[in-house]
């Protein structure tokens, strides 16, 4: 029976599309001006607003549930404020509840952009239009992240599309550097957390970084895309995001990072291995108290997470250890000042003994001193 | 009155330097040394654009380290055997072995009139010094490896076992060993590919290379008489240069060393060049 079912509807979706296809060719024979005009044309963006503008009392509910609403201002002050409805929304043929689907295609942001970014190349406008650039390429890093693969639950949906995060009604990424670009950067754990990871906004917001940025809206603390990326976004047991994690947390914690450079665990990450302890693996990744995983009465426990058997020792070892902090650090300040003070002298004195030795072959050489027969006094 | 001596001695003969166990040894030190080298050297400069591609011909960290870990231990078993052999052999003449005597690696008075004689030479205000059997630099190499194993191989073996060092000393000890066994290192490595390349091969007087000795075993006549006129001098004096002459090595077993000793030297010299821009790199950061 359902082999049954699947055929049918098999049958109905082609017969649908050929009959699509008719329709569109025998429309596109007539010329122009003969042409009726379609309900689509006639459906400009205040008919749309009419019933989706949320400055509306309420928006009215379908069978399909409440109407998606759009902020008049919002929209019109968003990047794509100039453009029809329906120059996304292609499949909206007319203004009745439920909309009935025409064979134009659905809202679809990808395709879209990459096609305008291949008009401007053959326009050459790149150069102008460098922001269309950006956005392709962004959606190139997305094809590959965690957030464009098939949601485990729903396999017809990818786990996070465009407007999941963008929101392309309101979408409008202020300049870097205005105070309307620290507002924006401020709402993204909101954006992340509230729809979908509403765990780790909890803890987060629990966080160091998480008081900073919802407590206190200081801009400088860090919100998900600065440690997670943004478009190129990894599931975090992969190694791309192992590795690249390291280099998001230096890049507000530069020193930290540095240091942890010099040691095993950060050179096997910087060398493209993920299995050696990273910032999140000592210090928690989105926790309540930072002191808590490193605090010395946990540390051994933290450590013993990777090295099962760890010894005492384990909890006084730096990890992040520098050769110019004295005050910290003072034996390897001291180690480190003799070494070099011993490589110093050593080469000094053979790469000078080297040197002169080199000169003065060379030229006994070319006066045939070198014969031992030459030489002086043999003891 | 040398070169007359040198004119009686049979053609085809060369002087005998180095055993076929010490060449041996030398030969598996210098491999697992290079291997050491390697491996090492990609984690300590793993900021490099390099390292990554060592790494991943290696398979990873963990291969990597294993083999790291096995050139250690062929490395540390060939220089305590030597600390046998060469205990042996000082038992076996206790009573005439002459300790600062010239056939005794042992540093004394004469290296450092021979220092100070070579930085006469060099700024032309004396005559080249002739050297015995053990010239100072030879020394020096041979006691850096002491110094080197001592240092490497006890921070090479804190890292290796961070547990029993973790129970027995202090954190900051392995946060001092990771130094010392990096720039120690270096040092070996630098040393190494640079002054005692240059000493034995790339000198003038040794151009082309390799010098092959250390693989063939013996010397020409003639060559061993410039480099060691005092040990050549005493052995005249002695008659017991006859005893030290060995025939010409065979053809294809002298080719075959010097193709060994070229291939060493190039690869000592791409280690070389591996650790100079890991170094550039990492002191311009």
């Given amino acids: 029976m359902p082999e049954i079912k699947k055929l049918t509807g098999r049958a109905i979706?082609?017969?649908?599309?050929?009959?699509?296809?008719?329709?569109?060719?025998?429309?596109?024979?007539?010329p122009a001006s003969a042409r009726p005009?379609?309900?689509?044309?006639?459906?400009?963006?205040?008919?749309?607003?009419?019933?989706?503008?949320?400055?509306?009392?309420?928006?009215?509910?379908?069978?399909?549930?409440?109407?998606?609403?759009?902020?008049?201002?919002?929209?019109?002050?968003?990047?794509?404020?100039?453009?029809?409805?329906?120059?996304?929304?292609?499949?909206?043929?007319?203004?009745?509840?439920?909309?009935?689907?025409?064979?134009?295609?659905?809202?679809?942001?990808?395709?879209c952009h990459q096609e305008l970014w291949e008009t401007a190349k053959q326009e050459k406008l790149t150069a102008e239009k460098a922001r269309l650039g950006v956005v392709v390429n962004n959606i190139e890093t997305y094809k590959n992240s965690f957030h464009a693969r098939p949601n485990k639950e729903d396999k017809t949906h990818v786990n996070a599309t465009c407007d999941d995060c963008h929101d392309t009604h309101s979408f409008n990424v202020?300049?870097?550097?205005?105070?309307?670009?620290?507002?924006?950067?401020?709402?993204?754990?909101?954006?992340?957390?509230?729809?979908?990871?509403?765990?780790?906004?909890?803890?987060?917001?629990?966080?160091?970084?998480?008081?900073?940025?919802?407590?206190e809206h200081n801009s400088k603390g860090a919100v998900c895309i600065d440690c997670h990326t943004t478009h190129g976004i990894a599931n975090t047991s992969r190694d791309t995001f192992k590795i690249s994690i390291t280099e998001n947390c230096g890049g507000c914690h530069a020193e930290?990072?540095?240091?942890?450079?010099?040691?095993?665990?950060?050179?096997?990450?910087?060398?493209?291995?993920?299995?050696?302890?990273?910032?999140?693996?000592?210090?928690?990744?989105?926790?309540?108290?930072?002191?808590?995983?490193?605090?010395?009465?946990?540390?051994?426990?933290?450590?013993?997470?990777?090295?099962?058997?760890?010894?005492?020792?384990?909890?006084?070892?730096?990890?992040?250890?520098?050769?110019?902090?004295?005050?910290?650090?003072?034996?390897?300040?001291?180690?480190?000042?003799?070494?070099?003070?011993?490589?110093?002298?050593?080469?000094?004195?053979f790469w000078l003994h080297t040197g002169l030795w080199w000169y003065r072959e060379a030229r006994d050489r070319k006066a045939h001193k070198n014969h031992p027969e030459r030489r002086k006094k043999i003891p | 009155m040398s070169h007359r001596t040198t004119d009686e001695l049979p053609q085809g003969k060369q002087v005998k330097r180095f055993g076929l166990i010490w060449r041996i040894a030398h030969l598996s030190f210098a491999l697992s040394v290079m291997l050491l080298i390697l491996t090492g050297m990609a984690v300590?400069?793993?900021?490099t654009t390099w390292a990554p591609v060592i790494m991943q011909a290696f398979g990873g960290p963990k291969t990597a380290g294993i083999v790291h870990r096995t050139s250690a231990a062929i490395m540390l078993s060939i220089f305590f055997m030597h600390l046998i052999g060469v205990a042996t052999n000082i038992a076996r003449n206790w009573k005439t072995f002459r300790w600062f005597g010239p056939d005794s690696l042992v540093p004394?008075?004469?290296?450092?009139?021979?220092?100070?004689?070579?930085?006469?030479?060099?700024?032309?205000?004396?005559?080249?010094?002739?050297?015995?059997?053990?010239?100072?630099?030879?020394?020096?190499?041979?006691?850096?490896v002491?110094?080197?194993?001592?240092?490497?191989?006890?921070?090479?073996?804190?890292?290796?076992?961070?547990?029993?060092?973790?129970?027995?000393?202090?954190?900051?000890v392995l946060n001092v060993a990771t130094i010392v066994h990096g720039e120690e290192a270096f040092l070996a490595a630098v040393f190494l590919f640079t002054v005692h390349f240059f000493n034995n091969h790339f000198r003038p007087d040794k151009l082309p290379p390799p010098d092959v000795v250390m693989f063939t075993g013996s010397v020409a006549i003639e060559e061993f008489k410039r480099e060691h006129p005092a040990q050549y001098a005493r052995m005249v004096r002695g008659g017991s240069l006859k005893k030290h002459l060995v025939d010409n090595p065979p053809r294809a077993f002298t080719l075959g060393s010097k193709i060994l000793g070229l291939t060493l030297i190039a690869i000592g010299l791409m280690l070389l060049v591996l650790v100079v821009t890991g170094f550039i790199s990492a002191s311009t950061k």
């Fill in chain 1, 13 to 30: 979706q082609l017969a649908a599309f050929v009959s699509a296809i008719f329709l569109v060719n025998s429309l596109a024979a007539l």
């Fill in chain 1, 37 to 111: 005009l379609s309900a689509a044309q006639t459906l400009d963006n205040e008919r749309c607003l009419s019933c989706h503008a949320t400055d509306q009392a309420e928006l009215k509910t379908t069978s399909a549930g409440p109407l998606r609403g759009i902020n008049r201002d919002k929209f019109g002050s968003s990047v794509h404020g100039e453009m029809r409805c329906i120059a996304c929304h292609q499949d909206i043929t007319d203004a009745a509840t439920p909309h009935l689907k025409g064979a134009g295609k659905k809202a679809d942001c990808i395709a």
């Fill in chain 1, 174 to 215: 202020p300049p870097q550097g205005t105070s309307r670009r620290t507002e924006w950067h401020l709402t993204i754990p909101n954006v992340c957390g509230e729809k979908c990871h509403s765990d780790e906004l909890e803890e987060y917001s629990t966080s160091v970084h998480g008081k900073q940025v919802l407590g």
């Fill in chain 1, 256 to 349: 930290n990072l540095k240091s942890y450079r010099s040691t095993y665990h950060g050179q096997v990450n910087k060398l493209g291995y993920g299995y050696t302890a990273k910032c999140y693996d000592c210090h928690g990744s989105h926790p309540g108290d930072p002191a808590s995983k490193v605090h010395p009465n946990n540390r051994l426990k933290t450590c013993q997470k990777c090295h099962k058997e760890a010894t005492q020792g384990f909890v006084t070892f730096s990890p992040h250890a520098n050769t110019h902090d004295f005050e910290h650090y003072p034996q390897v300040w001291i180690v480190s000042r003799f070494m070099w003070a011993l490589l110093a002298w050593v080469f000094a004195f």
């Fill in chain 2, 44 to 47: 300590f400069y793993a900021d």
């Fill in chain 2, 108 to 144: 004394n008075w004469q290296d450092f009139r021979d220092v100070y004689g070579m930085f006469r030479w060099f700024l032309g205000k004396g005559p080249r010094p002739v050297f015995d059997r053990w010239t100072y630099w030879e020394k020096f190499d041979y006691w850096a």
């Fill in chain 2, 146 to 172: 002491f110094w080197g194993m001592a240092i490497i191989g006890s921070t090479g073996m804190m890292l290796a076992f961070p547990n029993v060092t973790a129970s027995l000393f202090p954190g900051w």
